[in-house]
């Protein structure tokens, strides 16, 4: 195993992406981040905390849990509760849904079908922290904190504070 991002470098990644949100989005008051299950989420929290930091702009930040909307859950017969916890109304505004790593694409695609059974946002913005290569689907995220080439048979895997105790990036 190796480490590719210290806490540091995680830290200054996500200070990077909110600068870009907010460079990109002119009225924070239209925008909403959207965490994906697990990792997502704190992520997307974070991302708020530093948008304020840098804005003074109070993000609503949801949960959003994908399960049921995976394109390799074969029986819908064992779909799973859903844990989405979306507080605000997200038609019209511009959403960023959030991960940890973009890979294929298809957790991406999988966000977007269970965003839009909560109503019709004006945009959908991508943020992930790391982007590792490998797309399937023709979707791309709009913001990366650090690309991180890898081959199929590594993994590279996200640990957070607020889940597992200690913040980086490893591959193995």
């Known amino acids: 195993?190796?480490?590719?991002?210290?806490?540091?470098?995680?830290?200054?990644?996500?200070?990077?992406?909110?600068?870009?949100?907010?460079?990109?989005?002119?009225?924070?008051?239209?925008?909403?981040?959207?965490g994906i299950w697990t990792?997502?989420?704190p992520?997307?929290?974070r991302l708020a905390y530093n948008i304020k930091k840098i804005s003074m702009a109070e993000i609503p930040v949801g949960k959003l849990d994908i399960?049921?909307?995976?394109?390799?859950?074969?029986n819908t017969q064992n779909q799973k509760k859903d844990k989405t916890e979306i507080l605000f109304s997200i038609v019209g505004k511009t959403v960023i849904l959030v991960d940890d790593v973009f890979f294929?694409?298809?957790?991406?695609?999988?966000?977007?079908?269970?965003?839009?059974?909560?109503?019709?946002p004006a945009q959908v913005q991508y943020a992930a922290l790391v982007d590792r290569?490998?797309?399937?689907?023709?979707?791309?995220?709009?913001?990366?904190?650090?690309?991180?080439?890898?081959?199929?048979s590594e993994e590279v895997i996200v640990h957070l504070k607020e889940l597992d105790g200690e913040t980086n990036v490893t591959i193995q």
Do not use: W, Y
Request: hydrophobic residues 40%; aromatic residues 4%.
């Open 133 to 152: 290569g490998h797309i399937e689907f023709p979707i791309k995220a709009t913001f990366i904190g650090k690309n991180i080439p890898s081959s199929l």
């Open 39 to 41: 990792r997502g989420v």
């Open 43 to 45: 992520i997307a929290q």
């Open 104 to 120: 294929t694409g298809r957790t991406a695609r999988a966000a977007l079908d269970a965003l839009i059974s909560h109503g019709r």
């Open 67 to 74: 399960t049921n909307f995976r394109d390799d859950l074969v």
């Open 1 to 34: 195993m190796k480490e590719l991002m210290n806490e540091d470098d995680v830290t200054c990644a996500l200070f990077r992406i909110a600068h870009q949100i907010i460079e990109r989005n002119k009225n924070p008051n239209d925008i909403c981040l959207v």
